[in-house]
T-cell receptor
Framework: GAGVSQSPSNKVTEKGKDVELRCDPISGHTALYWYRQRLGQGLEFLIY????????KSGLPSDRFSAERTGESVSTLTIQRTQQEDSAVYLC??????????FGPGTRLLVL | DAKTTQPPSMDCAEGRAANLPCNHSTISGNEYVYWYRQIHSQGPQYIIHGLKNNETNEMASLIITEDRKSSTLILPHATLRDTAVYYC????????????FGKGTLLTVNP
């Protein structure tokens, strides 16, 4: 079946602009996660959605970052007023009720 | 504070078994050990996980010591496509959902 998909695959933006990154989880997966991976670094947890529960936003680095999820489907990660340090690969994962996470290919964001 | 310790790099000959070690001496009784890998420029890929018993699937075997303070991921017949960074992870968070990826082990499979 289809895996986790993310769009766009690459995004180049100018400092100060807003960007939206999209994630389509595996059908039937109730949990969805966003991570960030800076060049040469490990993954940083950003946010976690589980069903209709309040999301765990504890990993969001600043109030410029926000994410939404509609039911158990698509999620959007929004970065407002982008900064150069936001340049990274943003990875989305989904799982069935908090178990094994399956990752998408990521969105490579470059802020000039 | 790192929860797992892995060697930064390892080499393996194609067709031979690759044994990747991980130390997790502070593991608690209900923490699972997960292994993921990340091939260059791709998203992480789940490999295997276990609690205290050895596990095997179509990709690999996981050997966990009796005291659970260390584990070894075994790729029985490594291929060039297995060249990747391998991560040993103890998920955290209330439902064990937060994956914290450290530096992992860069496994290079040589022809």
């Amino acid at each position: 079946g289809a895996g986790v998909s993310q769009s766009p695959s690459n995004k180049v933006t100018e400092k100060g602009k807003d960007v939206e990154l999209r994630c389509d989880p595996i059908s039937g997966h109730t949990a969805l996660y966003w991570y960030r991976q800076r060049l040469g670094q490990g993954l940083e947890f950003l946010i976690y959605f589980q069903g209709n529960s309040a999301p765990d936003k504890s990993g969001l680095p600043s109030d410029r970052f926000s994410a939404e999820r509609t039911g158990e489907s698509v999620s959007t990660l929004t970065i407002q007023r982008t900064q150069q340090e936001d340049s990274a690969v943003y990875l989305c994962a989904s799982s069935y009720s908090g178990e094994t996470q399956y990752f998408g290919p990521g969105t490579r964001l470059l802020v000039l | 504070d790192a929860k797992t310790t892995q060697p930064p790099s390892m080499d393996c000959a194609e067709g031979r078994a690759a044994n990747l070690p991980c130390n997790h001496s502070t593991i608690s009784g209900n923490e699972y050990v997960y292994w993921y890998r990340q091939i260059h420029s791709q998203g992480p890929q789940y490999i295997i996980h276990g609690l205290k018993n050895n596990e095997t699937n179509e990709m690999a075997s996981l050997i966990i010591t009796e005291d659970r303070k260390s584990s070894t991921l075994i790729l029985p017949h490594a291929t060039l496509r297995d060249t990747a960074v391998y991560y040993c992870i103890l998920p955290s968070g209330g439902s064990n959902y937060k994956l914290t990826f450290g530096k992992g082990t860069l496994l290079t499979v040589n022809p």
